[in-house]
């Protein structure tokens, strides 16, 4: 949920304004000299230049937790939908939920047709899928309360803010990459918070027998589809699609397997290290629509309708 710009809400005399302050924004921070990131470009600024596009470069990795566990972190107005991830994932542990943290860089955010584009940035939380935010039964969200996020980026500090995140300035290693692959043949990629003693640490190595991938890559594209809350004042909209050339040939998702040390919210206050953490790397174009109604993301197809990711011969499973 990276950034603050709602079309619906600003005129043109503002977004002028809001576009030049991106844009001397943009001047003003040295990253964007030195970082000459690895990420492809953004296919989706051209077919929808009035919305707001980018390309999420990420490791998403489920860590199992016990379902009180579960209870004792979500909001208890908000139900666990067990049985839509166990439609996707039957033989995931009795009694289990599965949290997934998300290490990503946003890159060439754009909203093409009025010349806006942003500056990349990082970003890692743990967040919750799966959740009834509205009562219905049916309708899964996910709730991300508490980001790291490069610290030098005021707007996509402030526009994941708005959605009342827990938002943690941060530094990062790699500085303008998902990840670095180390001399082992591992992949590397941490958060550090520059205010707090918050981190996130991944260290993932791409699973060789890709039958031991417990989690089918359908799993990671529902969650990553669902609607996103905080505090719920609002909800982000984040498509993601799967069917791309960005997630083909020598950039398919490729399932790994790692560990994830980290001290941040909400399981923060000690330090805890996950080992045999499964999870994929999977970069994904997205068209993103912010501050919406929840309410108005009932039945929505990514929540519990029919289904608008599927993609043909793009998977690791199917
Ligand atoms: C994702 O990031 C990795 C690490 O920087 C890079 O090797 C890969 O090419 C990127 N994938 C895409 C599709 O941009
Ligand atoms: C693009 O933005 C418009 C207006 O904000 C919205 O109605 C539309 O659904 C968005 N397109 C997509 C594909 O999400
Ligand atoms: C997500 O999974 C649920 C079942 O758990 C299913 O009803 C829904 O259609 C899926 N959504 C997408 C976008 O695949
Ligand atoms: C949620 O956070 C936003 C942004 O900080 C704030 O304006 C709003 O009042 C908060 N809502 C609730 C219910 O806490
Ligand atoms: C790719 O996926 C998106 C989102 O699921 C869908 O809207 C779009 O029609 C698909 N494109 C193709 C060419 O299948």
Redesign the pocket.
Known sequence: MPFRLSLFHVSAVALLILSSAILNHGRSTPARDVCASLDQPNPLAELFPNNATGVLNATLAIIPITLEAARRLIPPQYGILEQAYRALIPDFPEGMYPVMVQAAHDHDVQLRAYGITIDDFSRVGFEFPFLDLLGDGYSSFRWAPAQLITATHDIALEGSRAYGTVVSPAEWEPVCDAYRALPNGATYFKGKSVTTPEFVELEMSRLQDITLNPYPLNFFKNITNQPTFANASTCDNM?R?F?TSMSVGEFAPAPVLGRIRANAFPFEGLEKEYTGVYGVQVATPFIENNYLDCQSMRGYAGTGGPG??Y?EGANVDE
Do not use: F, V
Request: hydrophobic letters at 50%; proline letters at 0%; glycine letters at 0%.
């Open positions: 498509i699609w069917n608008d990711s993609i």
